[in-house]
Nanobody, 121 residues
Framework: VQLQASGGGLVQAGGSLRLSCVAS????????MGWYRQAPGEQRELVAA???????KYADSVKGRFTISGDNAKNTVLLEMSSLKPEDTAVYYC????????????????WGQGTQVTVSS
């Protein structure tokens, strides 16, 4: 499975960005996709995840501001980010797994390349 992420960039605080991740390859092994992020000097953390049945999970820090959605037909997961804060600055990584639990535990089978999100104050 290959994951191709896109959509990062530079935005002012309060602004919005949308991240997209497309899965290819043996996609039948995937039942959940999501996003992690890692800021300099920090551990990688789960931002949001969505399962094939529509179940989702968000980090407390992004609830009410970020929305994750999936398009099973297009093997795509989107992360709509609004009301961005400087503390959202990080490299964002797309991830996928057969198991929603394993995806959200920090050890998904598949990782995409990171995309930088920078929020200026």
């Amino acid at each position: 499975v290959q994951l191709q992420a896109s959509g990062g960039g530079l935005v002012q605080a309060g602004g919005s960005l949308r991240l997209s991740c497309v899965a290819s390859g043996n996609i039948f092994t995937i039942n959940a996709m999501g996003w992690y992020r890692q800021a300099p000097g920090e551990q990688r953390e789960l931002v949001a995840a969505i399962g094939i049945g529509g179940n989702s999970k968000y980090a407390d820090s992004v609830k009410g501001r970020f929305t994750i959605s999936g398009d099973n037909a297009k093997n795509t997961v989107l992360l709509e980010m609004s009301s961005l804060k400087p503390e959202d600055t990080a490299v964002y990584y797309c991830a996928a797994d057969f198991s929603f639990g394993r995806l959200t535990s920090g050890s998904p089978d598949y990782w995409g390349q990171g995309t930088q999100v920078t929020v200026s104050s």
